[in-house]
């Protein structure tokens, strides 16, 4: 064979790998299986708003499944937008669409996945870098080894510039760590129930799970729900059910931390989800761990 029929195969086997390579970057699509999340309910805000001709290009334009419309910065340092899921959910992908426009580059900015609004590394995972500006494109990033859990999203950009998105989709599935109960009942028939069909009365150790109970808790028909946590009178302290301590506390301003035997903690279902003291045989909404 001449050397030009033994190089073209391995040619054209080059350029297949690297439109696979490229495929799987971008525009591959999320792995079989997973489902779309709706966002046209979710909360988005982000680092700054742009304005012109009386139009204000705020976060939540990037989720109206509207390719036409879109959120937009205005050029700072460090620029971000942030979706909030309002539920736990395992991401597979976030697909962004832009339009055709000079100001819009992407390129170095990295979506972040965490529970936490802020946008530091102790609170947020890497999904993926943006390798394209995305200008005139419609690219699918795939988290980078694996699915990554979280109820926020961020596009964040920290080098000079802005962050324009004309549209914004992504894949997962919702994981529900609690669950509300909307029956009536005593905090010890809360507690059967949750340990019968689910795990446990939920127990709240840090901010983080205060967050996601009272995410449960705002859906309860009750002024209240019953937690996991009990005043031990004999030893004058409070104690979770699952026998860890109380590190974290949400308490009311006005709530003491002494208690009489027959009181356990119940949390406001609307408001800041403060914690209050309430007799054992008061009757409620309660949250399970699942």
């Known amino acids: 064979k001449t050397r030009s029929e033994v190089l073209l195969p391995l040619f054209f086997f080059f350029l297949f790998f690297v439109f696979l390579t490229l ?16 966002l046209d309910d979710k909360v988005a805000f982000q680092s700054s708003v742009y304005t012109a001709s009386g139009v204000n290009y705020t976060a939540d ?4 499944g509207d390719n036409t419309t879109g959120s937009h910065t205005v050029p700072q340092p460090i620029s971000w937008w942030t979706v909030d899921l309002l539920g736990l959910y395992e991401i597979s992908c976030i697909s962004i669409y832009n339009v055709n426009q000079d100001n819009i580059d992407l390129r170095g900015a990295r979506i ?17 870098t943006i390798n394209t500006t995305t200008k005139g494109e419609n690219n ?14 961020t596009v964040y950009k920290n080098t000079s510039g802005l962050v324009i998105l004309c549209e914004v989709t992504m894949k997962g599935r919702k994981k529900e760590p609690f669950k509300l109960i909307k029956e009536n009942k005593t905090w010890e028939d809360a507690l059967y129930h949750c ?7 939920v127990s709240i150790l840090d901010k983080e799970t205060q967050g996601w109970v009272g995410l449960e808790a705002q859906k309860a028909d009750t002024p209240f729900v019953w937690l996991g946590l009990q005043y031990i009178c004999g030893f004058g302290f409070w104690i979770w059910v699952n026998d860890q301590c109380v590190f974290f506390d949400q308490w009311a301003p006005d709530e003491t931390r002494t208690a009489v035997c027959s009181t356990r903690a119940a949390m406001n279902t609307s408001g800041n989800h403060l914690w209050y003291k309430k007799s054992v045989y008061d009757k409620y909404n309660f949250i399970c761990a699942v």
């Open 195 to 201: 340990r019968e069909e689910h795990m446990d009365l």
């Open 112 to 128: 972040l996945i965490g529970n936490s609004s802020e946008r530091n590394a102790a609170d947020t995972t890497e999904c993926a």
């Open 140 to 153: 699918t990033f795939n988290c980078e080894n694996g699915p990554k859990w979280g109820r926020y999203v």
């Open 23 to 38: 495929l799987s970057l971008t525009s591959s699509g999320c792995s079989p299986g997973w489902e779309t999340i709706k």
């Open 61 to 64: 334009r990037a989720l109206d």
